[in-house]
């Protein structure tokens, strides 16, 4: 049991929050929760040991491991990814090459009688005891399973860490997290960065292997299949709940339902004192009871009604100009690097309008395919574009792609043209940069700030096929929901990858499933293949584990 006692957090005479308490038990699953700027990261660093609080204390057990994921992370570059994650175990090989390096020394000694000899024989019969007490393991099968669970081929193994992008050397810290079993599993936005079957195996782990869990996501369906505990982080303090997120919204809907109710009483009660004291003030037979009811105002503590953040997003793509039948039309499409098939002989066709999604593994070829769509890269075989496609396209790491040393106005000032350049700050009032945010710097936004920016530029002109590569990573819940009614109201051509089954769900009425070299061509909504493939997918998992 994990005690968090009065935290409080302060900083250039600013309260993010204070007398903050809650217990982690045993098998709690925790989703943290509250808008932007609230304070959950901080609060999750805390309670990782990685930042101080201004006031309070975490209290522990003896011998409790936490392991923390943070949203950004770089491993080290110096060995393969099988190394990097047997690191989770690097105590227990440290243990046991201490005890080779006792045994050697003791083999060696002659002088059986003396207090040295005796030491290290203390030494190597405590340092075993707590050795042969660990649960025998075949560390390597485990390192093996955890790797495979979040998307690495076997052919990986060896390959160095250095080789891999930001979203995977996150899921190779997330593994060595896995690995070495905690006590307490703290995960901030731990689902950005890796693909739907690998979200369904960490779903499953977090609720049938883990011990606490504690996690910050935006991934709707990701946080209610794997919590049944709620802490919103709001106005400086906490409120916990029994519940998952869905069940947590109503309840907080309540909460607040309840509390405007007991303001609005609260005010009342007030309003009437003010007017007898303001009626019968200086009259001498009611001064007992004027200064009464001045001393209650004065005591009275003032019912606060809980923020709600009304910043939200506003989208809506402009009509799209009418193309050709088929915008997209692929005939024995094949891709390869040297000896390595990405895909072969992979043949379809979109027709204007559908709404289709792109699915399978990380490296599976997803993005490859929408490379070629675009003419970005060589291949054989055939990608045409049909009459007068018209093409906005959000990359996967569009976000990071922007000049960081420009300004929000600046960034889209770049790109406008004709009457649009009139209207650049009410676009971006729509996309929550209002006042002076408009002249920050694109170098200190946010994951989800950078994402909204990215967007704006993608709506300067009217396009008819849309093509968005992983557009929620960093958006919160609610910008997400816009942006997916915008999604559904779009009549043009959407092409969608994406990681978020929340955010897909509605969307689609085809699914291309990209797997072991080929791409399938399913006549079924989004919703359909994924229950299908998640019944498919636990399955395979339980043959694993």
């Known amino acids: 049991m994990i005690t968090v006692d009065n935290i409080a957090v302060e900083f250039s005479g600013t309260t993010l929050f204070s007398d903050v308490n809650f217990v982690i038990n045993e098998n ?85 009688e003396s207090d040295a000899y005796m030491k290290i024989i203390e030494q190597v019969s405590e340092l075993g005891e707590q050795f042969y007490a660990l649960e025998e393991i075949n560390y390597d099968a485990e390192v093996e399973k955890a790797l495979k669970g979040l998307g690495f081929k076997q052919d990986d193994f ?35 960065h890796i693909d739907i079957e690998s979200v369904i195996w960490l779903e499953d782990f977090l609720v049938n292997k883990a011990n606490a869990v504690m996690v910050i996501s935006h991934d709707r369906a990701f946080i209610d299949n794997i919590t049944n505990r709620t802490i919103e982080v709001t106005m400086g303090r906490i409120y916990d709940y029994k519940a998952n997120y869905s069940h947590y919204l109503e309840l907080r809907a309540d909460r607040r339902t309840h509390q405007i109710k007991a303001y609005q009483e609260q005010q009342r009660i007030i309003a009437d004192n003010q007017a007898f004291i303001d009626r019968f003030k200086g009259t001498f037979s009611k001064t007992n009871q004027v200064a009464s009811r001045v001393r209650m105002l004065e005591k009275l503590q003032i019912i606060e009604i809980d923020e709600v953040d009304n910043s939200a997003l506003k989208l809506k793509f402009p009509p799209a100009p009418r193309s050709g039948d088929y915008p997209i039309i692929v005939e024995d499409l094949t891709k390869k690097y040297d000896e390595h098939v990405v895909f072969k002989n992979a043949s379809f066709s979109i027709a204007r309008g559908e709404k289709v999604s792109f699915v399978g593994r990380n490296g599976e070829g997803k993005s490859t395919m929408i490379k070629s769509i675009l003419g970005e890269i060589e291949h054989e075989g055939t990608c045409t574009l049909g009459h007068n496609v018209k093409v906005g396209y959000f990359a996967q790491n569009q976000a990071s792609l922007l000049d960081q040393s420009l300004t929000i106005f600046q960034t889209v000032d770049d790109v406008a043209k004709g009457d649009v350049r009139t209207q650049i700050k009410n676009i971006l009032g729509q996309f929550m940069f209002k006042g002076d945010d408009i002249d920050k710097k694109v170098s200190v936004l946010s994951g989800g700030e950078k994402t909204r920016l990215a967007m704006v530029k993608l709506l300067l002109e009217p396009v008819n096929l849309l093509i968005l590569d992983e557009p929620t990573n960093h958006l919160d819940l609610r910008s997400k929901d816009v942006l997916k009614d915008a999604l559904k109201a779009f009549d043009g051509t959407l092409i969608l990858v994406s990681h978020d089954r929340d955010f897909l769900q509605g969307l689609s009425q085809k699914v291309f499933e990209f797997k072991e070299q080929r791409v399938i061509e399913h006549f079924e909504t989004i919703d359909a293949f994924l229950e299908r493939n998640r019944i498919k997918s636990i399955k395979e998992i339980d043959l694993k584990m």
């Open 28 to 112: 709690d699953k925790i989703a943290l929760m509250g808008k932007n700027g609230a304070g959950k990261s901080t609060m999750m660093k805390i309670v990782a040991g990685v930042q101080n609080a201004t006031r309070g204390k975490i209290s522990t057990p003896k011998d409790t491991v936490i392991a923390y994921l943070p949203q950004h992370l770089l491993t080290e570059d110096n060995c393969t990814v099988f190394e990097e994650a047997s690191k989770a175990f690097a105590h227990i090989f440290k243990m046991r090459d201490q005890m080779d390096v006792f045994n050697k020394e003791l083999e060696a000694r002659t002088d059986y």
């Open 158 to 192: 060896q390959r160095m860490t250095s080789e891999f992008s930001g979203g995977w050397r996150m899921r190779i810290e997330l593994a060595k997290i896995l690995l070495q079993k905690p006590d307490l599993i703290l995960l901030d936005e731990p689902t950005n």
